[in-house]
């Protein structure tokens, strides 16, 4: 059967989740490792409290350090993790991979699941997990049932699927829009949902393009149970306690029943939270339609009323119990003793008075049973009693009774003890370093018209092409490998198992030209590229956040790596470097990767652009796979300050063309190499000094 994992953004959140049906639950600490540092989350003492609350009721406890961890925080995320793992909570989710390097040295039995900001959307990225030591990966929200199914069916280890509540327009991950706008970093979690806001796209400012309707799969269930799914999980930590007790219920008892949710189910959902309704949209491949924005409550009243039952439901009652099975002995000049045994396996022993010769009714079992089963007022419910009783024994009811309320304390505290794991102090050694000899110049370009013969003529020390066009782009590569110029096949960002055999021919048709390099950015391309005999180069969507991850992806044969560019550039220099480290110096940034085809829907065919509230344009074009991107409104611009860049310590500088005619590419590498005073108009020096929160 499915497991239902809830979010519980509150103390009186994981009550309301427990006791509507929640399997497991999900939260984050008060620390600056969770993606939901807006929710009101758990101070210490309430962590504990929660923990305890849950494991006395048979729920699970998954803790959130999803978010990019920098170097000078690794040492407090050793301590959380230590802490987290002696509490007993069943798992930790986790998007950095150094962080999962650092929690699986100091906390080897701690559980690690893959959090969805991972962005693992195809087989071979559940693969790497696995060996990367995670026993559960939680999949892109983007991907249909025939994609979800394939990936279940022939995963290594468990498989995690959201099913309701907000999608975010980009895969989730690979959003940067909240910190190259405001510095609000969705991968420190402290996004300003941009998404929401209005933009234009031609027209008047009245639209909402990136907002979409919540997700909601609760008539899926059954299909996803099939598929092999372990767990469905229900977004958000944000919203109230009330939210969560509704939401679980409903998916609770459609798990339960298999049955599909009734007329009142779907009204009480909507009157939960929606925006313009529902959609099933990236599950169904059905992805028209799938926008919606949060209105006033048209039945704010009925809400209201909703809240309040909910409310008192599940403060006043206990709705989750676990079954246990007493089993007593009445003997002769002997203690009476009390077992407890719950569904579980937890069990305990208690003592209480010596039975009396009885003086006129004598103990029998149908008495005993009268008072043990009266277990309300606590999260146990008997299910059956047993006993052996001598003849011609007496014991009270308020004696027998004395024994059960021990008896439920014990087995209490037995539930809630955690169990004992080990830890180390020591956080994983690093590589040694190795300093490069000089900052080389690369260059990506998105078209062929890029591919001149003056930027050939220019000849950057390294040359990334988009696999999709170095086939047809082979007679303009091949002055550049005239002028020795290294070229590397650029892979897509997203790359489902759908398109995978695509992409492996085409890697193949860029070998036979003599091309060995592939730039990847995710987990699931390093066994694709390797396998057709590449070296591998990391590229930003690895999100390269700390010298952790660069040693990790140095044990994954990498050559060599693109540090964030949510860094400062003082955290750069700071990178332990064992492996060469490259930064994108030059160009318009990538905000967000989506598969949602909003240039069609705009009217605007393979690029455009939208605008925001103050007028700042950003260029939307079509990447492989029919995928749009938008990138940032102004261009990252360095070539003026090459001191600072010549402190980090780098392999190579990126320069990444995306909109520029070609003219302006080789003014730009000419900027970059010092011979030529060039500068563009509208430029930015993204996230380099002022960073993110």
Request: charged content about 25%; aromatic content about 6%.
């Amino acid at each position: 059967m499915l497991e239902l994992l809830s979010p519980a953004g509150s103390p009186e959140a994981v009550i309301a989740a427990v006791q509507n049906g929640a399997d497991a639950i999900y939260l984050g600490l008060d620390s600056v490792f969770n993606a939901r540092r807006n929710a009101k989350n758990f101070g210490p003492e309430e962590y504990r409290e929660a923990v305890k609350y849950c494991r006395q009721r048979g729920c699970k406890v998954y803790v959130t350090l999803n978010t990019l961890c920098a170097d000078r925080e690794l040492e407090t995320l050793a301590e959380t993790g230590r802490y987290i793992s002696d509490s007993g909570a069943d798992a930790v989710l986790v998007q950095d991979l150094g962080a999962a390097r650092v929690l699986r040295q100091v906390c080897p039995e701690l559980t690690l699941h893959a959090s969805t900001q991972m962005s693992v959307h195809n087989l071979a990225g559940v693969c790497a997990a696995a060996e990367l030591g995670f026993s559960r990966v939680v999949l892109a929200r983007e991907l249909n049932k025939e994609q979800i199914r394939f990936i279940a069916r022939n995963a290594p280890i468990e498989v995690e699927v959201f099913v309701h509540g907000a999608l975010c327009f980009c895969h989730s991950g690979q959003c940067y829009l909240s910190a190259l706008i405001g510095r609000r970093s969705g991968n420190r979690g402290l996004c300003a949902q941009p998404c929401r806001m209005q933009y234009s796209m031609g027209r008047r400012m009245d639209g909402h393009p990136l907002s979409l309707k919540d997700n909601c799969l609760v008539e899926h269930l059954a299909e996803l149970d099939d598929m092999g799914v372990k767990c469905v999980k229900i977004e958000g930590r944000m919203k109230r306690p009330e939210y969560s007790a509704i939401v679980t219920r409903i998916y609770h008892r459609a798990i339960r029943d298999a049955a599909p949710p009734t007329e009142e189910d779907m009204a009480a959902l909507e009157l939960a939270f929606s925006r313009d309704g529902f959609t099933d949209g990236y599950f169904t491949g059905k992805k028209q339609e799938m926008h919606g924005v949060r209105g006033d409550p048209a039945g704010e009243r009925d809400a209201a009323k909703l809240f309040t039952q909910t409310r008192r439901a599940y403060r006043d009652s206990q709705l989750r119990r676990v079954g246990v099975d007493f089993y007593l002995a009445a003997r002769v000049n002997q203690p009476s003793a009390l077992a407890v045994i719950d569904e579980d396996g937890f069990r305990a022993i208690v003592y209480g008075a010596t039975p009396r010769a009885a003086v006129s009714a004598p103990l029998t079992q149908q008495a005993v049973s009268e008072q043990l089963y009266k277990t309300g007022g606590t999260q146990f419910w008997c299910r059956s009693v047993q006993g052996v009783i001598d003849e011609g024994l007496y014991l009270s009811a308020g004696e027998i009774n004395a024994l059960r309320r021990d008896a439920l304390a014990e087995l209490n505290a037995v539930r809630a003890t955690p169990p004992k794991r080990r830890t180390q102090k020591e956080l994983p050694p690093l590589p040694p370093a190795a300093a490069p000899e000089r900052m080389l110049l690369a260059v990506q370009v998105r078209n062929a018209a890029q591919l001149t013969r003056e930027l050939a003529a220019a000849k950057p020390d390294l040359l990334y092409v988009p696999l999709e066009m170095i086939e047809t782009g082979a007679e303009a590569l091949g002055q550049f490998f005239q002028s020795g110029v290294r070229v590397a096949a650029v892979l897509p960002r997203i790359l489902t198992d759908t398109e995978t055999e695509q992409a492996a021919a085409a890697l193949r048709r860029a070998r036979s030209l003599g091309i060995d390099t592939a730039l990847v950015g995710n987990l699931g391309q390093i066994a694709l590229a390797q396998g057709e005999g590449f070296r591998l180069r990391g590229d930003f969507g690895l999100n390269v956040f700390n010298s952790q991850t660069v040693a990790v992806l140095q044990s994954a044969r990498f050559e060599s790596v693109t540090a964030s560019f949510e860094l400062r550039l003082a955290q750069v220099r700071d990178l332990v470097k064992p492996i060469d480290t490259e930064l994108i110096v030059y160009g318009r940034l990538p905000c967000m990767v989506t598969d949602q085809d909003i240039l069609t829907s705009a009217g605007m065919g393979e690029a455009g652009s939208m605008s925001d509230r103050v007028g700042s344009a950003f260029p939307i074009l079509r990447e492989s796979g029919g995928r749009n991107v938008i990138y940032n409104a102004h261009k990252l611009f360095l070539a003026d300050k090459p001191e600072d860049l010549a402190k980090c310590g780098l392999a190579a500088g990126r320069l990444l063309f995306t909109t520029e005619s070609p003219r302006e590419c080789v003014q730009i590498v000419k900027s970059y190499r010092g011979e030529s005073g060039y500068q563009p108009n509208g430029i930015t020096r993204g996230l380099y000094y002022r960073g993110v929160e």
